[in-house]
């Protein structure tokens, strides 16, 4: 080494030789390099995992295969698992009383019990389950009653179940109040307050007779009657009125001219 580089490197090293090296700088480098090195390993990794399922599968063995033998459970510890699908109804128990909402209650009695009983059995369900052997006697409002054992869920959520309203069904009325239009056959269900109408063409609608007390709601309601809903209404009669309803076949217009055309017997 000649003098003037010794020389040179000398007086570098005393010029620098009360300078702080900036370890912010430098440990920030570090770690951006350190990054990089990860990033590019990661990538390795994962083409040569891709490789191996290649040739795993091209050796006969499936990926399903694989993944059994390399799955690892990455539940945090502790962790229950995935939630288990919801259990059925727990089984009833005669003398519960259930609240299905819009005031309706369902008193819940053996089937024994309800024989001896002043009601009306509507439905039953075809299941065995939570409900078997088991009636629930619903009160309330009728309109509400009526939705809830025609349209709601107490068959599907206690399997077995029998249904059925407080006191024997006798009717609103003893005779037909009406005469269909012609073109139309009505049977009447007079215990029941309904009846099924044919026409010639074979559309079906549905007659039902109701109380005086539900016209307000039904008149003022445009889910329940006028066009779009599915159902029209006769003018109040008495002490009672006649919802006319859609059935296969029927359409709209049909549906309207025939409660327009329906003719009072009284």
């Known amino acids: 080494m000649n003098e003037p580089e010794t020389s040179f490197r000398t007086a570098l090293h005393e010029r620098v030789g009360d300078q702080h090296p900036d370890y912010a700088r430098i ?5 951006s390099a350190g990054s990089r090195i990860r990033r ?3 990538v390795a990794v994962t083409v040569g995992a891709a490789a191996a399922v290649g040739a795993f599968t091209a050796g006969g063995i499936g990926l399903s295969q694989l993944l059994a033998t390399t799955a690892v459970d990455e539940a945090p ?8 699908a919801s259990p059925s109804a727990a089984p009833l128990a005669a003398g519960q009383s259930l609240d299905l909402g819009e005031g309706v209650i369902g008193q819940v009695v053996t089937n024994d019990e309800a024989k001896t009983m002043d009601i009306t059995i509507r439905t039953a369900s075809a299941r065995s389950g939570a409900g078997t052997g088991f009636t629930i006697v619903l009160t309330g409002q009728a309109g509400e009653v009526e939705q809830v054992w025609s349209n709601g869920t107490l068959l599907e959520d206690y399997p077995g179940v029998t249904l059925a309203t407080d006191g024997l069904r006798q009717g609103l009325v003893e005779a037909a109040p009406v005469e269909q239009p012609a073109g139309w056959n009505c049977e009447w269900y007079l215990t029941d307050d309904k009846a099924t109408c044919t026409a010639e063409d074979g559309g079906v609608a549905g007659l039902v007779i109701r109380p005086a007390k539900d016209y307000p709601d039904w008149s003022k309601s445009a889910d329940k009657a006028g066009p779009g809903s599915g159902s029209y ?6 002490d ?25 017997t009284d």
């Open 40 to 42: 590019r390993r990661r």
């Open 77 to 84: 510890l502790g962790a229950a698992g995935a939630p288990s």
């Open 27 to 31: 440990s920030a480098g570090a770690i």
């Open 233 to 238: 209404i006769t003018p109040l009669h008495g």
């Open 240 to 264: 009672i009125f006649i919802s006319v309803q859609s059935g296969e076949g029927t359409t709209d217009a049909e549906l309207e001219a025939l409660a327009s055309s329906l003719r009072w």
